[in-house]
């Protein structure tokens, strides 16, 4: 369908470049114009016609990227309340989400992993140490919420390897409980269980691929995690957001000076081929980042209307000393 309507649509002078004669510094259809009504079906992914009265596409057929400088981007009632707000950023994130894990799956889908009668996911676990370093070893808790707050349940290991152990454990875990791994001079990481997958609280903070509706099963525990947990969560995330609108722009660059033959430094592509292979990859990347750039913008939101009037979790005693096991 694609290419049969590629064949028909109308060209304009005032279509961005290649289809027509504007070099575009703005906004297409793709990024979300409130004038663009999508065909139905299939073809809804990439076609619509525009309904803008002051565009030269009026009333025509148009490919997303076609675009004109008639955009205007998509604008929510400021007289929603926060609830209003909160369900339809819950909602958009759930949709980008599901359109991202469609274009994932269709390179190399995966097998979902699903719950137990209980609802619960099963996950290994394992963090390594030096057993050298005084206070070094570890043990692994699960935090259950109880009574506004979470109970820190210590749960079976074992230690493999001797110059540089691995603690591992195999344990069942609902959404919205928590796996902390405590040392015994004090430190503390935590493993964030969701629907089967762990996200590592210590290496990346990176919670957005959840998804809003997700999260909040975590809102407790976000609620009462320490503030520096907290605070790498909430700057990991805005450093995301910023590389992420910062590769988009490049990506846009890029194409732009692409199509004039300009390359910088070693991007000159050695032959027709590879120059398709670097402008299919810029382009996906342009389709992509701003679905992410969203996600990234609705998980910082959220974490902003989180209450963290009592940030401080349970206390969790240092573990005992722990024998290596032979």
């Known amino acids: 369908m694609h290419e049969k309507l590629l064949k028909i649509v109308r060209t304009l002078e005032t279509d961005y470049e290649p289809y027509g004669k504007?070099?575009?510094?703005?906004?297409?259809c793709s990024c979300g114009c409130r004038h663009f009504v999508k065909l139905a079906g299939d073809a809804g992914e990439e076609w619509g016609v525009c309904a803008n009265p002051d565009s030269a596409r009026a009333g025509l057929l148009t490919f997303e990227h076609q675009g004109c400088p008639a955009f205007e981007p998509i604008l929510l009632d400021r007289a929603l309340t926060d609830s209003q707000l909160r369900t339809l950023i819950a909602e958009a994130s759930e949709i980008l989400k599901d359109r991202r894990r469609q274009r994932t799956d269709s390179v190399a889908p995966e097998e979902t992993p699903l719950p137990d009668e209980r609802g619960e996911f099963m996950y290994d676990l394992?963090?390594?140490y030096f057993p050298h370093i005084k206070g070094h070893a570890p043990v692994i808790f699960r935090l259950e919420p109880h009574d506004g707050g979470f109970v820190a349940v210590p749960l079976a290991s074992r230690t493999t390897g001797s110059r540089r152990p691995t603690l591992m454990g195999r344990h069942s875990a609902k959404n919205g409980e928590v796996f902390k791994i405590v040392?015994?001079?004090g430190e503390y990481?935590?493993?964030v269980p969701y629907n089967g997958k762990i996200y590592n609280l210590?290496?990346?903070?990176?919670?957005?691929?959840?998804?809003?509706?997700?999260?909040?099963?975590?809102?407790?525990?976000?609620?009462?995690?320490?503030?520096?947990?907290?605070e790498k969560i909430t700057s990991d995330a805005r450093k995301w957001l910023k590389h992420a609108k910062r590769s988009l722009d490049d990506n846009q660059?890029?194409?732009?000076r692409w199509k004039k033959r300009e390359f910088w430094g070693d991007e000159a592509p050695a032959n027709k081929r590879e120059y398709q292979e670097m402008w299919k990859e810029a382009e996906e990347e342009v389709e992509q980042l701003p679905t992410r750039i969203t996600e990234y913008e609705a998980f910082i939101e959220w974490l902003r209307g989180l209450d963290r009037s009592a940030p401080t979790l349970r206390f969790v005693p240092p573990p005992p000393p722990q024998q290596r096991n032979r």
């Open 202 to 230: 210590k290496q990346y903070g990176n919670l957005s691929d959840i998804g809003l509706l997700g999260l909040e099963t975590l809102r407790r525990f976000l609620e009462c995690v320490e503030p520096e947990t907290f």
């Open 126 to 128: 394992k963090t390594t």
């Open 189 to 191: 990481s935590y493993q």
């Open 22 to 28: 504007v070099e575009q510094d703005n906004s297409d």
């Open 183 to 185: 040392r015994a001079n």
């Open 253 to 256: 660059d890029r194409i732009r």
